[in-house]
């Protein structure tokens, strides 16, 4: 893994700090971000600079919510639709041509997006399954703690990776469901008394 992380981050390197032009990287479909756009922020250092405009945005944006909208929110996907019609210069500084990106903005935090779309009752509802997930994993490092580490490390990563990538959250994240799963099975290994299956 260190290897292969090793050799693509030396690749990146290579693509975008020298200026090498890797033309429109293939077939796009819909207005999923490509590839080659995300890297080509995390190597030029404005993956986080982008992010806080983001943020900063929704947060400007929840402050013109009436106290209905910030209980009930304003509808699934208004993080997304949100950004299209933004008037922001720190957005427009970010993304000059806005046309380009139109509906693929998010606020790229799984907190925001859902106080943003389902107000404070979805992000109660967020933070109560955060809260399950955290005494479950607790529990788990405590019964056998190295059997548990690698899969603490790895939901970790999941909970990271939504707070400041994925859209939709936890219920739309396929690796949380495979981490969890495994999971479940491992602990259920443990209440028998047997670590692995044989």
Same mark, same amino acid.
């Not at 981050?9 to 429109?24: A, F, H, I, P, V």
């Not at 935090?109 to 109660?124: E, F, T």
């Given at each position: 893994?260190?290897?292969?992380a090793?050799?693509?981050?030396?690749?990146?390197q290579?693509?975008?700090?020298?200026?090498?032009?890797?033309?429109?990287?293939?077939?796009?479909?819909?207005?999923?971000?490509?590839?080659?756009?995300?890297?080509e922020?995390?190597?030029?250092?404005?993956?986080?600079?982008?992010?806080?405009?983001?943020?900063?945005?929704?947060?400007?944006?929840?402050?013109?919510?009436?106290?209905t909208?910030?209980?009930?929110?304003?509808?699934?996907?208004?993080?997304?639709?949100?950004?299209?019609?933004?008037?922001?210069?720190?957005?427009?500084?970010?993304?000059?041509?806005?046309?380009?990106?139109?509906?693929?903005?998010? *606020?790229?935090?799984?907190? /925001?997006?859902?106080?943003l779309? =389902?107000?404070?009752?979805?992000?109660?509802?967020? !933070? @109560? +399954?955060?809260?399950?997930?955290?005494?479950?994993?607790?529990?788990?490092?405590?019964?056998d703690?190295?059997?548990?580490?690698?899969?603490?490390?790895?939901?970790?990563? *999941?909970?990271i990776?939504? /707070?400041?990538?994925?859209?939709? =959250?936890?219920?739309?994240?396929?690796?949380?469901? !495979? @981490? +969890?799963?495994?999971?479940?099975?491992?602990?259920?290994?443990?209440?028998?008394?047997?670590?692995?299956?044989?």
């Amino acid at each position: 893994i260190c290897a292969i992380a090793f050799m693509l981050n030396s690749y990146m390197q290579k693509l975008y700090l020298n200026g090498t032009d890797t033309g429109n990287g293939g077939l796009i479909i819909g207005n999923e971000t490509t590839p080659e756009e995300r890297y080509e922020t995390i190597a030029s250092g404005s993956f986080m600079e982008k992010r806080k405009i983001l943020w900063q945005v929704a947060l400007d944006e929840l402050k013109n919510y009436s106290k209905t909208e910030l209980i009930f929110g304003r509808g699934s996907s208004y993080d997304i639709l949100m950004y299209d019609n933004a008037k922001s210069e720190m957005l427009d500084s970010a993304y000059p041509d806005r046309e380009y990106v139109k509906g693929k903005l998010s *606020v790229h935090n799984m907190l /925001l997006a859902d106080l943003l779309n =389902g107000g404070i009752i979805k992000l109660i509802l967020l !933070i @109560i +399954l955060i809260i399950v997930l955290a005494i479950y994993y607790i529990r788990f490092l405590i019964a056998d703690f190295f059997t548990a580490l690698p899969y603490c490390i790895c939901i970790g990563i *999941v909970f990271i990776n939504n /707070l400041i990538s994925n859209r939709f =959250g936890f219920l739309y994240d396929k690796y949380f469901y !495979i @981490i +969890l799963f495994l999971s479940i099975i491992e602990i259920s290994f443990i209440c028998k008394n047997q670590r692995r299956l044989q």
